[in-house]
Antibody, heavy 118, light 106 residues
Framework: QVQLVQSGAEVARPGASVQISCRAS?????????IHWLRQVPGQSLEWMGW????????KYSQTFRDRVNITRDTSTTTIYMELRDLTSDDTAVYYC??????????WGQGALVTVSS | IQMTQSPASLSTSSGDRVTITCQAS??????LNWFQQKKGRAPKLLIS???TLQSGVPSRFDGGGSGTHFSLVISDLHPDDFGTYFC?????????FGQGTALEIK
């Protein structure tokens, strides 16, 4: 079955970077060819960060994160990576990956809590 | 595109019928999904394309609307229907969510 398994919780210092991985399985990685990243600050709604075309590796980012985020993929391991730089306490959130396509976001990773604290 | 979702919270009883609405700041055709989220879990897709019920989702859930006004109706509420419900538009980037409706079953 389709599965997205994310890396574990992270604690990072302000100003540092964090990288979260999302390993996809159960489908042809380059056919359902979009993985999105979203985040959810505790107690708030969700926020879309960007997505990557897993076929050609082209990313597209939300303007909100454009200067600080990098989404990449490794087709050999069917893993997608999201790096967020210059962290502040406002970046403390649960980060999710989800499969694009139609329907949008039918399958999600389990989420990874990132805590930014000095 | 701004998504205005209401109400922010609902406290209801089993067997009741509730309506959650989302209003888009511009025409999004039917490019809207509804999700249910339980505490500590990833969102679960309930309805895509404004009205397409996902496999395995009870027919008590009904989505409707197009353009700028959308609704999610849940009939005959079950205790397991508690959680937070979100709408999201995918007409234009950046995809944007409503603020969520927290549903409590008394």
């Amino acid at each position: 079955q389709v599965q997205l398994v994310q890396s574990g919780a992270e604690v990072a210092r302000p100003g540092a970077s964090v990288q979260i991985s999302c390993r996809a399985s159960g489908y042809t990685f380059t056919k359902k060819n979009a993985i999105h990243w979203l985040r959810q600050v505790p107690g708030q709604s969700l926020e879309w960060m960007g997505w990557i075309n897993t076929g050609n590796g082209n990313p597209k980012y939300s303007q909100t994160f454009r200067d600080r985020v990098n989404i990449t993929r490794d087709t050999s391991t069917t893993t997608i990576y999201m790096e967020l730089r210059d962290l502040t306490s406002d970046d403390t959130a649960v980060y999710y990956c989800a499969i694009g396509g139609s329907p949008l976001w039918q399958h999600w990773g389990q989420g990874a809590l990132v805590t930014v604290s000095s | 595109i701004q998504m205005t979702q209401s109400p922010a919270s609902l406290s209801t009883s089993s067997g009741d019928r509730v309506t959650i609405t989302c209003q888009a700041s511009q025409d999004i055709r039917t490019n809207l999904n509804w999700f249910q989220q339980k505490k500590g879990r990833a969102p679960k897709l309930l309805i895509s394309d404004a009205s397409t019920l996902q496999s395995g989702v009870p027919s008590r859930f009904d989505g409707g609307g197009s353009g700028t006004h959308f609704s999610l109706v849940i009939s005959d509420l079950h205790p397991d229907d508690f959680g937070t419900y979100f709408c999201v538009q995918y007409e234009n980037l950046p995809y944007t969510f409503g603020q969520g409706t927290a549903l409590e079953i008394k």
